[in-house]
């Protein structure tokens, strides 16, 4: 867990990003992504699988949350995991949508490393976009004009702690 945050930490701060938050920032940063690892098709194909794995629905999926994007800057930026994915990618780089999700569906039965490789991404690139946190309702996104009193008064813990600033 603590490795998946360190590297959406550094993920956050690169400037392509318009998706991704850390540190609370109030509001998302406005930019477009360049491709830097994948080619065209590869691209595409990531962004295809990742939909299949985290769809929209009722809320934003992984398309919206931008997980190609972070997939892509994780295998460009020296990520050692992700480089073989290239490799896993390619018999769905032929297929059409249809045809991409019955061979992940299959992948996915049968526990294979790319399908453990890239729904680990997928989890770690939606979870830590905008659209993740705000889909755990995550209160770092929160910005709070005055510090919020602790809700544990009468802890004899917290009894040092002072009052909050208005």
């Not at 929160?142 to 002072?162: G, M």
């Amino acid at each position: 867990m603590l490795e998946m945050l360190a590297k959406a930490a550094v993920a956050s701060q690169f400037p392509g990003f318009s998706r991704w938050v850390f540190a609370g920032e109030p509001q998302p940063k406005v930019s477009s992504y360049q491709r830097q690892y994948f080619n065209v098709t590869e691209y595409q194909a990531i962004e295809n699988l990742t939909e299949i794995i985290i769809p929209a629905d009722e809320t934003p999926g992984a398309k919206e949350a931008g997980v190609a994007e972070f997939i892509d800057f994780m295998a460009a930026h020296g990520d050692r995991d992700l480089p073989p994915m290239r490799e896993g990618l390619q018999p769905f780089l032929n297929l059409k949508p249809a045809g991409q999700e019955a061979l992940l569906r299959n992948m996915s039965g049968q526990k294979t490393a790319f399908f453990e490789l890239i729904r680990r991404y997928t989890v770690m690139g939606y979870y830590t976009s905008r659209v993740g946190l705000e889909e755990l309702n995550y209160p770092g996104l929160e910005f709070y004009s005055a510090s919020p009193e602790c809700p544990h008064k009468n802890d004899p813990e917290h009894l040092h702690l002072p009052p909050p600033k208005v």
